[in-house]
Structure formats: C-alpha cells, structure tokens
C-alpha cells in the first residue's frame, strides 16, 4: 500500500493549482445555453466556451492522450494526472471542460476504429466544442433488450436511406451530429445485423421532438427519420458490426455517471445544510435519528472512495483482479447518490418538497433536482435490473436466463 | 501508487487459509464448539503461531516482526473466512496496540518481548469503555481495581488481562489472580470465547501513558475495530462463494436455481454490498498506521459500514441455501453467528458511527 504519487506529481499539482487560481474567475460570453459545460464564474477573463476548451487542451489538461494531429495535446496517457486535475478543478471550482457523449464516447470510439478520414473530420471539432453529439441507441421497443433494435438502414447507391425511430436522445436539439445504431442487415441475428452510424442532424427528414422528464426539464428528446439519406462512407467499423463498435464505448459510459468523489461533495455539503437548518431550535446535526443517518451514508460514500483508489491503482499496476470491481460501479454509484439526494430530502421534511422558484427553496433546489435526475440514472444506460445481470451471469458466472424462442 | 495488499500480505493470508482449511475443518469446528475436543482448538492455535501470528505488530526490538497493522488485517479476514476458533484479535492486536501506544519504555519491554515469545497470552476487556450495560464497570483506586468487565475478548487461556476504567486508563492484571474471577459467556459464536471478568481488590498495574489520556485505547479499538471488520469481510465472501456455489447446482422446476433473477441478483447485490468493503478495510487499516488525521473516523466507518453490509449478506446468502441454509448440516451459521458477534463487539454501529460524527466535530 502506497497512497503517495511521487515529486513529479506534487509539481504537476503545484502547476495546475496556479492555473486553476488564474482562470477560476473565469465567465463565458456565450452565456449559460450550452448543456454540457459548467457555468463559470462572474469576474475574472471573459472567453468563450471554444475558447477555454482550447486553453485547456494546450495545457495538457483535457485531451491529454489524443494525438495532436486530431486536435488534442498529444501526451502520455498518465492516469495519475488525469486524477489530479479533476480533483483540482473541483476543489477550485474552476470550470471544466465541456463533456458530452461525442467527447466521452464518439472520440474514444473514433480513435479506436474509425477511418483516418473520420478522425480528421470529427475528432478536432468535437474536443473544440464546436461539434457536439447526441446517441441514437435505444428504441421505444428496444431498451433494455438494446440489440433488438428495428431502425432501418438501407445502402441504396452510395448513400444509406434511414427510416425508424429512436428515444432518450440526450441532447438531440443541439447537436451537429448523431453517433447511431441502425439494422442495415435484416437477415443477421440480431447482434450481427446492426452497423454504427454518422448522421448529420440538418439531413433532411429528421425531426426532434423534446421528451419532458419527472423533473419538468426536457432532457431526452424523440428523434424520428424519414428516409434520411447520408453518404454510405459514414459507418464506423464495418457493415453488421455495429453492436462491437458501441460496445467498446458503452462501458466507459456506465463507470463514469456517479464518482464518488462528487458523491462526497454532496455528502460534505448535506452535513453544512444541517447544520444550519433547524428543527424545533436545535440544528438538524444534533437530531440523533437524522445525524444517524448522515453517518450511514457517509460510510457507504467512504468505502466507494476507497474503492475507486483500488480501481485507480489497478489501471496503474496490471495484473490486479478488479473484474467485479469495475461491474459494480454504475449499479453502486448512482442507487447511493440518489439515497443521499433523498436523505437530505428527508431531512428537509416538508421544505425538502419545494420546487423550481419556490419561497423558502434551499440550495437551489438542487436536492429535490438530483433525487429525480438520479432515478433516471438508475434506469438510463442499463437499469440496476440488467446490472445485476451482468454481475451475476459475467462476474460470478451464474448461469443465464433460458431464451424465449425467438427472441 | 498502489493501492492493494503487497506480494507479502497476499501470501501470508494465503498461507493462514491454507492451514485453516487443513485443520479447522467443518468437521472439527463442530467439535471444538460443541465442546468435546478441547485440545484441537489449542492445535489450531499453536499451528497458527507457528506461522508466527502473535508477533505481526510488535516491534522488531521487542523479538517481533514490526508489521503495519495491514498485515494484521489480511490474517484477521483469513480467520474469518476459516471461522478460525482461535484468540488473535484480543492478545495479538489490540494488546500489542495499547502496551505499545500507552506503556512505559520499561513496560513495553517488558511485556511485548514477552507476548512475542509466546510467554504471555492478553484477554482485552474495553467493552465498557466503549458502552456501559447496567451495573457493568471497573473502578480503580489504591492501585487496585474493583466491579464487571462484559464481554472480555480471549480471556480462558489467558496469562493476563487489559482492563479499562472508565476514563480509558488501561491496567494490566494477571488473570491467575485469587482476587479475579473469569466467567464464561455462552453467545451464539462459539468459535471464539466471551467472559465476564468480576475484580475484587485486584492489584493491578496501570499503563503510564494511559493515565488521564483517552489516546491509547483509541488506538487499541480502532485496532480491534479494523480486525473485527476485516473478520466479518472475509466471513462475508466465503458466504457469497457458498451461496453462488449452490445456486449453480441445486435444480429445481427442470433448471440451476441460480438461472432465475429473482436468486441471481440476491448474489449480484451480495457481491456489489462486498466488493467496496475490501478497499475500506484494507484503506482503514492503512491509515491507522500512516494518515493518523482520517484513522478514526475510517476506523469507525469500517467497522460500522462492513458490519451492516455483512448482516444483510448472511442473511442473503442463507436464503439462496434454501432449507439447507437454515441446517447443522452444512455449517453456514458458524459464518452467520461469526459475523452477528462481529457486529455487537468493540460497539455496535449505531454507536460506531456516533463516534465517527464525534471525529468530526
């Protein structure tokens, strides 16, 4: 056991905490519309968001390991640094860089498989913010049995002719672009019969419309395509493959929705609200049933942190049996931070129920926000049911549910 | 970076398991509890000394092997994972811990040598300190001590005894006393011994350091704490590996039991309740040795998160066992009661975690 990152790594620290001290400040002249980035500060230098994903890149701070020659900072992948600059960006508060699935999916995807055309063209834009993207995967009949997927792609010349449906698009109304999985091969199985499409979202025949969630905010959207025609150089990986290509990608998504670390935050700031809350004159701290409470989860949180240092040091040090580990963590992950998003909820009582601009509304209502977000997390990108499978039958090796016939 | 058990740790845990599967077979636990075969628990002891368990953390001056008390952890889920019927915790880590943390140059000396050359075997009874029952409690005044210790941890075979009074001040008396007498507590776990101690004028010595100074005790539980975690971590896997075992055997309506959700995902949750506590336990005992600012409170966390995961998974993994689960036959309560005991000792997790708060305020 060895918690220490060694001296390169306390003046790589050193480095990036007078860079977080000089932009933390930092306000955007593009104004608080763009959904997947922070929302920045007040004072300090203006930029705008393309901007800042700019400085961030040449720093060496996002970006880090992809080749320059795609717009990235062309560096060593060093786990270790990407670590330290999360947690100085959060413990600074200075804005990150924006995410998004093209940034965590489509690029990593793109890198992996993609042509060299396809990197030059999409991978720069994307990292720059000035191409952003939406995933065009689940069906209204296709959720979680995801490969049984029906929107159909269909080579007619030198173009693919789309026609379908698909639901849950994050995203959609704002992007350039949409990273899809379509049946180009009716007569396959059903996992060999899918390719991984890149589809323009001005193409004529696409329309958005937005999906109103429990939390009042559209934050899915339908798509629907109606003889969509792209250019049939625009698949990634090769005709039928397209259930390998998203699968290398899916993975990444599922480890990276609840890092305990920001579970903590949360936790660190609950214990502040009850203090300061009172209930019949006494802080809510001092109440033993709800400090209790407090306490159980702060546990839960802890180990979860100490988990993911063993996740860390193994990426670090190959070799180190972390399979379940890592088949844990969107199960675990987002169940405990939607318990603690409703423990503060709880704690609240009836002031833990006010919404949107209500009088009397604390931190923003951000606790009743995040206590619904969470429960669509739970069940967004494979539901706590399907991990459980994953668990039991990859894990643990447990024998798989017979198949219906046909299905 | 490295966060993990070292090639060292992993292969003296093995080694521990190896001898513990060997010897504290299913058969022999079930005579060493139902008390017909006295000698093999002390054959179990003695193999485990041999591999040389009671000298982990006493320092390599005093005739030990100066281990972190990570080292300690590993060999303590080992004893869990083996239901060990054998005293590690009391005389070879919470002992060591407290005559460490609160004795004199010449204390220390004197009896960590000695507990390293298996000359002196400690019971530990903290309990009260942690959280009086009833009229439980031990006074002390005119250098000797008077009233109830509960639940005093390996105090049968004993040479000696740490008692605490209630102001955490640790007194060392030798359990062969005339003024000193050792009841047996029957608990469920009857994998390891449970006493209460009653002193009468018991001329006793107290610890130098520990006078008007909660500090060493802290340091003796917290250890005790992490060991008892640790115990109920490894207890807890052996009953998912069990439970898992099963479910892909046992058939029933023409398939494994295991192939329907309703059972698969009782082990997923199981296996997902378990995995983090690893790195708890692990990162806890850490920290007692080197990051002295957050060792409390991972101390308590441990103990507290660990024993509430494990309750539920004793129970889960019972179930999968259906009707066999619930049996003599099979022995899966030796794990259930060994982690039910786990859980109580050294302070149950209402008040673990009540002390966690207290760390941060």
């Known amino acids: 056991m060895d918690l220490e990152y060694g001296p390169e790594y306390q003046d790589f620290t050193k480095e990036l905490q007078s860079f977080c001290k000089k932009y933390k400040e930092l306000s955007f002249t593009d104004g608080s519309n763009n959904p997947l980035g922070s929302s920045g500060g007040s004072g300090g230098p203006k930029m705008s968001r393309s901007e800042w994903q700019k400085i961030l890149i040449e720093n060496g701070y996002f970006a880090r390991s992809v080749p320059k020659e795609y717009g990235g900072y062309g560096g060593e992948a060093d786990i270790l640094k990407s670590r330290i600059i999360a947690a100085e960006f959060s413990k600074s508060s200075t804005p990150g860089a924006m995410g998004g699935q093209g940034i965590d999916m489509l690029v990593p995807t793109l890198l992996e498989m993609g042509t060299e055309e396809q990197k030059q063209a999409y991978i720069k834009p994307t990292l720059h913010g000035e191409m952003i993207w939406c995933q065009g995967y689940s069906e209204p009949n296709a959720g979680s049995d995801l490969a049984s997927l029906q929107t159909k792609g269909e080579l007619v010349g030198d173009e693919w002719v789309i026609n379908g449906q698909k639901i849950w698009t994050s995203t959609a109304q704002y992007s350039q672009m949409c990273f899809c999985l379509v049946r180009t091969e009716p007569d396959a199985p059903k996992h060999a019969g899918i390719s991984y499409l890149l589809i323009p979202m001005d193409t004529p025949g696409i329309e958005i419309r937005p999906l109103v969630d429990m939390t009042l905010k559209a934050g899915f959207n339908e798509v629907f395509f109606t003889d969509v025609k792209i250019p049939a150089t625009n698949i990634v990986g090769k005709r039928g493959e397209g259930w390998a290509v998203a699968n290398a990608t899916l993975g990444h998504e599922r480890g990276s929705l609840a890092p305990p670390d920001a579970t903590m935050n949360r936790v660190n700031m609950l214990m502040r609200l009850m203090k300061e809350e009172t209930l019949d004159g006494k802080p809510l701290i001092e109440h033993p049933i709800y400090r209790d409470r407090l306490m159980q989860i702060q546990g839960k949180v802890l180990a979860q942190q100490s988990h993911a240092l063993r996740l860390l040091s193994a990426k670090l040090n190959p070799g180190a049996d972390v399979k379940i580990g890592k088949m844990i963590q969107k199960l675990t992950g987002t169940e405990l931070r939607h318990e603690l998003e409703g423990l503060a909820i709880d704690v609240m009582g009836e002031i833990g129920t006010l919404y949107e601009d209500s009088p009397h509304l604390k931190n923003d209502g951000t606790w009743q926000f995040i206590y619904m977000y969470f429960l669509g997390l739970i069940i967004g990108g494979g539901t706590s049911q399907i991990q459980k499978n994953i668990i039991a039958e990859r894990g643990l090796g447990m024998p798989k549910e017979p198949k219906v016939e046909g299905a | ?361």
């Open chain 2, 1 to 361: 970076m490295y966060f993990g058990l070292s090639e060292e740790q992993s292969f003296f845990q093995d080694n521990v398991k190896k001898y513990l599967e060997e010897h504290a077979t299913i058969d022999n636990i079930k005579h060493i509890t139902s008390g017909d075969e006295k000698n093999l628990s002390a054959e179990i002891h003695q193999g485990l000394l041999n591999l040389g368990i009671n000298g982990l953390l006493i320092p390599e001056e005093f005739g030990g092997l100066g281990l972190d008390l990570l080292f300690a952890a590993v060999v303590s889920e080992a004893l869990g994972s083996g239901v060990g019927p054998t005293p590690f915790i009391a005389p070879y880590v919470m002992a060591p811990t407290a005559i460490k943390h609160a004795g004199s140059k010449s204390q220390q000396e004197n009896y960590l040598s000695k507990i390293a050359a298996n000359e002196y075997r400690f019971g530990v009874g903290f309990s009260e300190f942690i959280g009086k029952r009833n009229d439980a409690g031990i006074t002390f005044s005119d250098n000797a001590l008077n009233g109830r210790a509960m639940f005093v941890l390996d105090a049968n075979d004993a040479t000696h005894l740490l008692l605490a009074d209630e102001k955490g001040q640790i007194f060392i008396v030798d359990a062969k006393s005339t003024n000193i007498e050792i009841v047996k507590l029957t608990t469920v776990d009857k994998t390891r011994q449970y006493s209460e101690v009653i002193c009468e004028n018991l001329e006793a010595e107290l610890l130098e350091n520990s006078l008007d100074s909660e500090n060493p005790i802290n340091q003796a539980i917290d250890a005790g704490r992490i060991m008892l975690a640790a115990d109920s971590l490894g207890a807890s896997q052996i009953m998912i590996d069990k439970a898992v075992d099963y479910a892909k055997e046992r058939k029933q309506f023409g398939r494994a039991i295991g192939s329907f959700q309703a059972v698969k995902h009782m082990c997923a949750e199981m296996a997902a309740d378990l995995e983090p506590c690893f790195a708890l336990v692990w990162h806890a005992a850490h920290c007692h040795d080197h990051s002295p600012a957050e060792a409390r409170l991972m101390a308590c966390h441990a103990k507290a998160h660990v024993s509430e995961m494990s309750k539920g998974i004793a129970k889960k993994a019972t179930e999968v066992h259906g009707g066999m689960g619930f049996t003599d036959l099979l022995g899966l309560h030796y794990w259930f009661k060994r982690i039910g005991l786990n859980r109580q000792i050294l302070g149950s997790p209402e008040l673990v975690r009540e002390e966690a708060y207290k760390t941060q305020v």
